[in-house]
């Protein structure tokens, strides 16, 4: 048996939790992850689980926080170096995908979670994330227009929507395909498409 989470200190075991979810989200169906799974990854007994996340719906509050944190706090950086709007579109998609193809388990989890029609607490934090989201795409969608960069019949709202439902599509499509490794190939195609939707037309048309 793996002890490798009997000898953490308790937030490093936390954290393992967390890691531990996500690698079995990877392979399975997140909803089928029981905490008798998790713990047994872990080297641990449900009881010595339960002692730092006493329910499922705790665990998965956990998991989510991380994920939504670590996603948003890379394309908030990667859009930070950008030298222009549409510079810092691609490098949040690009930064999106490469987080994905990195850890596989997060969109099952993230995805799995919007399903829930319960108003976990939960789903409360990827809802959350996604508003937040939007806000920053929104924003750099409107600088754009404001440069000259972005067509201004684009609506910023619709464009931020549709930016995220192509992520999601792609993730989603590689999900069924079982083939995470091209996913960074196939975003530069895919935002390509992207950007000549969203462009001024005197630069689409060079």
């Known amino acids: 048996m ?16 967390v890691q531990s979810v996500l690698q079995l989200a990877a392979a ?7 905490t008798e799974a998790v713990a047994a990854k872990m080297g641990l007994t449900q009881a010595a689980l339960f002692r730092h996340f006493p329910t499922k719906d705790v ?13 948003f706090a890379a394309i908030e950086e990667a859009a930070s170096a950008a030298t222009s709007p549409l510079d810092a579109l691609e490098r949040i998609y690009r930064t999106h995908i490469a987080f994905v193809a990195e850890h596989p388990g997060v969109p099952r989890v993230l995805f799995a979670e919007l399903q829930n029609p319960v108003g976990t607490e939960a ?7 996604l508003a937040r989201y939007s806000a920053l795409l929104e924003g750099i969608i409107s600088e754009g227009i404001v440069k000259s960069e972005i067509d201004p019949a684009v609506d910023a709202g619709t464009a931020a929507t549709m930016f995220i439902g192509t992520l999601q599509g792609q993730v989603m499509q590689a999900m069924i395909a079982g083939n995470n490794s091209a996913l960074p190939e196939q975003a530069g195609k ?17």
């Open 2 to 17: 793996n002890r490798k989470g009997k000898s953490l200190p308790a937030a490093e075991r936390r954290a393992l939790s």
């Open 28 to 34: 399975r169906n997140p909803s089928d992850i029981t």
């Open 59 to 71: 665990l998965w509050q956990e998991v989510l926080q991380w994920a939504t944190t670590k996603l």
């Open 123 to 129: 789903r409360k934090i990827v809802r959350g994330m």
């Open 190 to 206: 895919s935002f390509r498409l992207l950007r000549r939707a969203l462009e001024c037309r005197k630069d689409r048309e060079r």
